[in-house]
């Protein structure tokens, strides 16, 4: 066999690689208000506990299983804050509403002839689209079953990545193509936008939520933190934030390092301060990328993504083949000019933050990992 046919094999064979844990859960056995268990939490770890997914909540779980304690707090708030963002946990930056669209306080969405409508998330059920890849030409999949919005997200996350976003305009104009190909044009159909004033308290853009039936109810008006529910799923509900509960802090196994280095640089710093720069191999380490760079101080970030010259192939620091890609258009996927200098893969700072190939002297923040 060819050598750099067996190469290229071996590097495929490692898309399997298992992931690193990326956030560390504490429980804190003290009863605090919500304000005062936020400030115990970022002082001493990172912040209190943030979930993306069914593994943060079961991690979660186990964490707080042996306390004894009926609630817990988490860093979930109710906020004056009601913005629009997608299911990804992008921030909403196109919006192609309908005539009148938002026209109240519906707090999710569905697309009709190209243009997005707001509507009520749990009274109506409509039909969907997930997305199972980043790529909107192929990534796209129609799900007939009649659903309300929170049920398709749950459907969209177990069997694909997650209900659809629609980020620019060309975007938007493949996903009218696909419902037009797959004729169910004239239908309603939920994509994956959707609002809420419940914010994280370390800012992350997680949209998951894990409440348990008819919560968060609000009752008399003052309920505007979140617990863990003393129920054996312990899904959440909402409280009083002056009410003393023990909590759950998080560490994040990500580190945003504000210096300005070139790769090489951030490199050398990673591996004598932390353990390495990250490697992206997932949405769900994407996501935490994400809420992690919007604090940078650069347009971009550097990653632990190398351009390897000689095969023209992506590779990340540990020597696996990129499996999940999230490149900006233009980036990542033609031939790179290494004549002149090697490059490098950075994520964007600010826009649907993905991925670009620059030039290893450019100076940039970079983001360490922690994990061991």
């Known amino acids: 066999m060819d050598k750099t046919l067996h190469f290229i094999l071996l590097l495929i ?10 956030r560390q859960y504490h429980f804190v056995n003290v009863r ?3 304000t005062e268990a936020q400030r115990y939490c970022r002082e001493n770890y990172t912040d209190l506990a943030t979930a993306d997914d069914m593994n943060d909540t079961s991690e979660l779980k186990n964490s707080v299983n042996d306390s004894g304690h009926q609630y817990v707090w988490i860093g979930l708030q109710r906020t004056s804050v009601n913005k629009w963002q997608w299911s990804s946990g992008e921030p909403a930056l196109y919006l192609n509403w309908g005539s009148g669209q938002p026209d109240g306080g519906d707090e999710c969405a569905y697309i009709f002839n190209g243009q997005f409508y707001d509507y009520s998330c749990s009274t109506y059920y409509l039909k969907f ?4 890849s980043n790529n909107m030409n192929t990534g796209l999949v129609f799900v007939s079953q009649l659903m309300n919005w929170r049920s398709a997200q749950s459907y969209c996350r177990q069997n694909h990545i997650d209900l659809v976003s629609v980020r620019n305009q060309n975007e938007s104009q ?3 193509k696909f419902i037009n190909d797959s004729h169910i044009s004239g239908s309603f159909v939920w994509i994956g936008l959707f609002r809420d004033s419940w914010q994280w308290s370390d800012q992350s853009n997680s949209s998951f939520r894990y409440w348990y039936p008819n919560q968060p109810n609000n009752a008399g008006g003052q309920e505007n933190c979140t617990m863990l529910e003393d129920e054996p799923l312990r899904r959440w509900g909402d409280n009083t ?9 998080h560490e994040d196994k990500l580190i945003l390092i504000r210096e300005k280095l070139t790769w090489s640089e951030a490199l050398r710093y990673c591996r004598q301060n932390h353990m390495d720069l990250v ?3 997932s949405e769900e380490i994407q996501r935490r ?3 992690v760079v919007k604090r940078a101080s650069t347009e971009a970030v550097w990653l632990g993504l190398h351009n390897y010259c000689s095969m023209n192939m992506w590779l990340w620091l540990s020597g696996e083949v990129v499996c999940y890609q999230n490149w ?3 980036n990542g996927t033609t031939p790179e000019n290494c004549r002149l200098e090697k490059r490098k893969g950075a994520v964007q700072s600010g826009g649907d933050q993905r991925w670009i190939s620059l030039p290893e002297s450019h100076k940039l923040n970079f983001i360490c990992r922690n994990d061991e």
Do not use: D
């Open 129 to 132: 689209i997930c997305s199972s």
């Open 241 to 249: 934030c002056n009410s003393k509960f023990p909590f759950v802090c």
């Open 328 to 330: 900006a258009p233009g």
């Open 289 to 291: 990328v994400m809420n």
């Open 174 to 176: 493949q996903l009218q």
């Open 279 to 281: 490697s992206v191999h």
């Open 13 to 22: 064979a490692l898309c399997s690689v298992s992931e690193c844990v990326q």
């Open 32 to 34: 605090k208000t919500w």
